[in-house]
C-alpha cells in the first residue's frame, strides 16, 4: 500500500504546489482550484486534501473543509497531518492534545532549518526565560530533565544549573541535532507524559519544557506524570501561549494550544504542584506582534 502522504503522479503534485503558491498568497479560490486538479489525478494524496480543507476553511465553507480534513483522516489514520485536530476547530471542540505523529512529523521535517528559523525569523526566546527562573531560584540541580528538548536549544542555559542534564522528545531527527550540542548525558525519543510515567519516582530534581506545552491541551496528564518523576521540592518551569481572553484552553488556528493562567493554576495544584510564580512574557514574533505567552514556575509539592 502506498503512503498517502506521497504522490506518485508529477502532474497531480505539480497542481498541488502551485495550490501551495497560491495560499502563501492568500489567494484561496485560486488554491481551491489547483488543489482540486490535483485530487482529480490523485484522490488518495491526503495533504492535497488537508490543504483543500484549510483553503476552504479561509474561504467560510466549513462543511466542505471538514468534509476535506475527513477524508484526510480516513486516508492517513495516524494523523501525520493533523486533520483530527483541524476538524475538532471546526466544531468548536477542544481537542485535549495533538496526535503525536503529527507533532513527529513536524518537528522532522524541520529539523534541519529549525535553529535558523526561530531563532532569526520568529526571535524566540524561550531558553532565555527558562534561564531568567532557574538564576532567580538560586539552585543547583543533581538531575534535570528538558522536555520536549528538540535540537537542544535550551541545553546550555539549563546545564549550567545542572550537574547532569537528560533530554526527551518526539521526533528523531530533532534528538539528533540535539546530540550533536554534546551537552546531555542521556537523550530519548518518546511522548512527553509517557516518558515521565515510565520514569523512576522522584528521579529529576528540575524540569523545564521551553514552548512545548503549547501541543498538548489538557495538561493533567502531564501534570500527574511528571509529579510522579520529580523529586519533593523540585521546580517545573515552562511556557505557554497565554488565553488570555477565555478560560480553560483552545486550539488556535496555527495548530498551537493556547492556556489561560487559571488554567495552568489550577491543573497544577490538582496535581500535587504549588505556583511559584507565572509571568506575562512573549516566547516570539508572529506577523510583526509578539505572542502573547506565560512563563510559569510550578514546584512539586
Not at 503534485?13 to 503558491?21: K, Q
Request: hydrophobic fraction near 45%; proline fraction near 4%; aromatic fraction near 10%.
Amino acid at each position: 500500500m502506498s503512503d498517502p502522504l506521497m504522490c506518485d503522479d508529477p502532474q497531480a503534485e505539480r497542481r498541488w504546489s502551485y495550490g501551495r503558491l497560491l495560499a502563501n498568497e492568500s489567494d484561496w479560490a485560486a488554491a481551491v482550484e489547483m488543489y482540486e486538479q490535483c485530487l482529480e489525478r490523485a484522490p488518495g494524496f491526503a495533504p492535497a486534501w488537508c490543504d483543500l480543507g484549510h483553503a476552504r476553511e479561509k474561504l467560510g465553507d466549513k462543511a466542505r473543509a471538514g468534509e476535506c480534513y475527513a477524508k484526510a483522516l480516513a486516508l492517513d489514520p495516524d494523523d501525520r497531518l493533523g486533520a483530527g485536530a483541524r476538524m475538532a476547530r471546526l466544531r468548536g471542540v477542544a481537542a485535549p492534545d495533538l496526535a503525536a505523529a503529527y507533532v513527529a512529523r513536524l518537528f522532522d521535517d524541520y529539523s534541519d532549518r529549525f535553529d535558523r528559523h526561530i531563532r532569526e525569523d520568529l526571535h524566540y526566546s524561550g531558553p532565555e526565560l527558562i534561564g531568567e527562573v532557574l538564576s532567580g531560584l538560586g539552585r543547583r540541580y543533581a538531575l534535570a530533565l528538558d522536555l520536549g528538548c528538540g535540537t537542544g536549544l535550551a541545553g546550555p542555559v539549563v546545564r549550567s544549573f545542572a550537574d547532569r542534564l537528560e533530554g526527551v522528545d518526539l521526533s528523531p531527527k530533532m534528538i539528533a541535532q540535539a546530540e550533536r550540542r554534546s551537552l546531555y548525558d542521556a537523550l530519548f525519543v518518546g511522548e512527553a507524559a509517557a516518558f515521565l510515567q515510565g520514569a523512576e519516582s522522584g528521579r529529576y530534581d528540575c524540569v523545564v519544557a521551553a514552548d512545548v506545552l503549547v501541543y498538548l491541551g489538557d495538561l493533567g496528564p502531564l501534570f500527574a506524570a511528571a509529579a510522579g518523576a520529580m523529586a519533593r521540592g523540585a521546580p517545573f518551569v515552562f511556557t505557554v501561549e497565554n488565553f488570555w481572553n477565555g478560560e480553560g484552553f483552545e486550539l488556535a488556528e496555527t495548530l498551537r494550544f493556547r492556556h489561560s493562567q487559571s488554567y495552568v493554576e489550577d491543573e497544577a495544584k490538582a496535581n500535587g504542584f504549588a505556583v511559584l510564580d507565572i509571568k506575562t512574557r512573549s516566547t516570539r514574533i508572529e506577523r510583526g506582534s509578539p505572542v502573547p505567552s506565560l512563563l510559569v514556575a510550578l514546584e512539586r509539592g
